[in-house]
């Protein structure tokens, strides 16, 4: 997850996400509601590379490998409009360098999925253009162009389990968490960021009251999952965006009586979705119940576990 030199190339693989808990503590201010998520990196990846090329600008290519069908339906941009184009001519733009060289980007996170794979390729750029550009930014600094690109890319730069606060870009690592193993179902619809917050209700949105009790509620899920009580944690993990997603595609409500019945820790929907997420006992688990989940036409299954 460091960006490495491979011959005269630079590569890095970057993880998706899960929420294991979103809460939405108010109203939108700027256009952003204030969160508090909890986010851990899971171990399906995409992979940037970067190669010299002093003939032309900066260029990017696209393959996809799990997420078969998103670049045809043309929901993964491959012009200026995609975030890795985005982020590396805004560092260029701040750094003042000339933005040169071919980016090959390898999909396997699907997208308008809940799972951050758009922010997290940002952040992947970032990281990638910073070392092969020689810019040197610091961690601090890349952080601050990133949230100015994205809500979720500031927690992509480090890729390691954090509490997300603000509209998502105030990150503050977690540590000492286990290795979770999960089931996770992409059902062949995704949803749209912006029209998920668009569909919350007032009653769903908390007051500052029920915001404290949040954080108590998130702190009980940390200290769970730290002493290892994944069954306990499970009751504590929820996502406030799950009712405005379900107004929005019936798959929801069906990922969830389907998962429901395995026994599973926890059971949920990631971000905006529609990826839904089982926490599962062990990754032999996971995987066994992925193989029986992968014959039943659901969409992608993923056995995955925290990185
Ligand atoms: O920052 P990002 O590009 O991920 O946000 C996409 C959209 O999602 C925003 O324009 C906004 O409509 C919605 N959003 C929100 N509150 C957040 C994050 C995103 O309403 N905290």
């Known amino acids: 997850m460091f960006p490495r030199k491979v011959g005269s190339a630079w590569?890095?693989?970057?993880?998706?996400k899960l929420n294991l808990y979103l809460e939405v503590l108010g109203p939108p201010v700027a256009?952003?509601?204030?969160?508090?998520?909890l986010m851990v990196p899971v171990r399906i990846f995409d992979q940037l590379r970067w190669t010299e090329n002093f003939s032309s600008g900066p260029k990017l290519q696209i393959r996809e490998l799990l997420a078969k069908g998103d670049l045809l339906s043309g929901l993964v941009p491959t012009d200026g409009k995609n975030l890795v184009l985005q982020a590396t001519s805004a560092l260029a733009r701040a750094a003042g360098v000339e933005p040169r060289g071919v980016f090959e980007l390898v999909k396997r996170i699907p997208v308008q999925a809940g799972l951050g794979g758009g922010s997290s390729d940002a952040a992947a750029a970032l990281r990638l253009a910073n070392a092969c550009w020689n810019i040197h930014y610091s961690p601090k600094r890349l952080s601050q162009l990133a949230?100015?690109?994205?809500?979720?890319?500031?927690?992509f730069l480090k890729s390691e389990a954090a509490i997300c606060r603000g509209r998502g870009e105030q990150v503050e690592p977690v540590a000492g968490l286990p290795r979770m193993h999960f089931v996770l179902v992409k059902p062949p619809v995704?949803?749209?960021?912006?029209?998920?917050?668009?569909?919350?209700?007032?009653g769903e949105l908390m007051n500052t009251e029920q915001a404290a009790v949040s954080s108590a509620r998130l702190t009980l899920l940390i200290e769970a999952l730290r002493r290892g009580a994944l069954a306990e944690a499970?009751?504590?993990?929820?996502n406030r965006l799950e009712p405005a997603a379900r107004q929005l595609t019936p798959w929801i409500?069906?990922?969830?009586?389907?998962?429901?019945?395995?026994?599973?820790?926890?059971?949920?929907m990631t971000g905006?979705?529609?990826t839904y997420v089982a926490v599962m006992w062990s990754a032999r688990q996971a995987r066994r119940i992925a193989r029986v989940l992968a014959g039943m036409n659901l969409g992608n299954v993923f056995a995955t576990s925290s990185c």
Do not use: K, N, Q
């Open 253 to 268: 409500a069906r990922l969830r009586s389907v998962l429901a019945p395995y026994g599973c820790l926890g059971l949920l």
């Open 272 to 274: 905006s979705g529609t």
């Open 234 to 238: 499970g009751r504590w993990m929820v």
């Open 190 to 202: 995704g949803l749209a960021t912006p029209e998920v917050f668009g569909r919350l209700e007032r």
């Open 147 to 155: 949230a100015g690109l994205g809500s979720d890319i500031p927690f």
């Open 31 to 37: 256009g952003f509601h204030p969160l508090e998520t």
């Open 11 to 16: 590569e890095i693989f970057t993880p998706a």
